[in-house]
T-cell receptor
Framework: GQQLNQSPQSMFIQEGEDVSMNCTSS?????WLWYKQDPGEGPVLLIA?????ELTSNGRLTAQFGITRKDSFLNISASIPSDVGIYFC???????????FGTGTRLKVLA | KAGVTQTPRYLIKTRGQQVTLSCSPI?????VSWYQQTPGQGLQFLFE???????NKGNFPGRFSGRQFSNSRSEMNVSTLELGDSALYLC????????????FGSGTRLTVV
């Protein structure tokens, strides 16, 4: 089935550093969502994007809907230990309501 | 308001048995989706229900089934369990189309032995 390529798969960073991750697709998407999942819990919605080029922030998090509609980016500024977790992108291919999830980026923050 | 509630949180079953998982969506949410999460495959879409009707279906065998009740609560059933069915099963609800984003429950951790 259709897949989203999310990168990097995992990353270790120092506390205070900025983090960037992205998600790409071979087809056009209408919606992009970014989620964070803590161990033992379900994913929690961080940011939702609905329009090509849209840039949205949620505290230290900023996400963008790529202008080609085939990618999205998530940036975390000044990372802190509680940013540890798995970040998932999810999108709806054009013409569907079904979300497809990326494989996740596992973030580990070193204090 | 209460979030998405999934029961039970943990479950251990024997190969060949069947299992039923339950999901209560956020009040007012009419769409319920189910996902299987495994370390190797990530989040895989199982199916989505809206107003008691299956609206979308993923690529899982017929052993996986679900239903939604008139109060929007949903159940998922897996028959003839296999070892590979061990996973975290997540339920997510949304108002209607899901384009407003899903709210996930904490999941049911199913272990098949």
């Amino acid at each position: 089935g259709q897949q989203l390529n999310q990168s990097p798969q995992s990353m270790f960073i120092q506390e205070g550093e900025d983090v960037s991750m992205n998600c790409t697709s071979s087809s056009i998407f209408n919606t992009w969502l970014w989620y964070k999942q803590d161990p033992g819990e379900g994913p929690v919605l961080l940011i939702a994007l609905y329009k090509a080029g849209e840039l949205t922030s949620n505290g230290r998090l900023t996400a963008q809907f790529g202008i080609t509609r085939k990618d999205s980016f998530l940036n975390i500024s000044a990372s802190i230990p509680s940013d540890v977790g798995i970040y998932f992108c999810a999108g709806t291919p054009s013409g569907t309501y079904k979300y497809i999830f990326g494989t996740g980026t596992r973030l580990k923050v070193l204090a | 308001k209460a979030g998405v509630t999934q029961t039970p949180r943990y479950l251990i079953k024997t190969r060949g048995q069947q299992v039923t998982l339950s999901c209560s969506p956020i009040s007012g949410h009419r769409s319920v989706s189910w996902y299987q999460q495994t370390p190797g495959q990530g989040l895989q879409f199982l199916f989505e229900y809206f107003s008691e009707t299956q609206r979308n279906k993923g690529n899982f065998p017929g052993r996986f089934s679900g239903r939604q009740f008139s109060n929007s609560r949903s159940e998922m059933n897996v028959s003839t369990l296999e070892l590979g069915d061990s996973a975290l099963y997540l339920c997510a609800s949304s108002l209607a189309t899901g384009l407003d984003g899903y709210t996930f429950g904490s999941g049911t951790r199913l272990t098949v032995v």
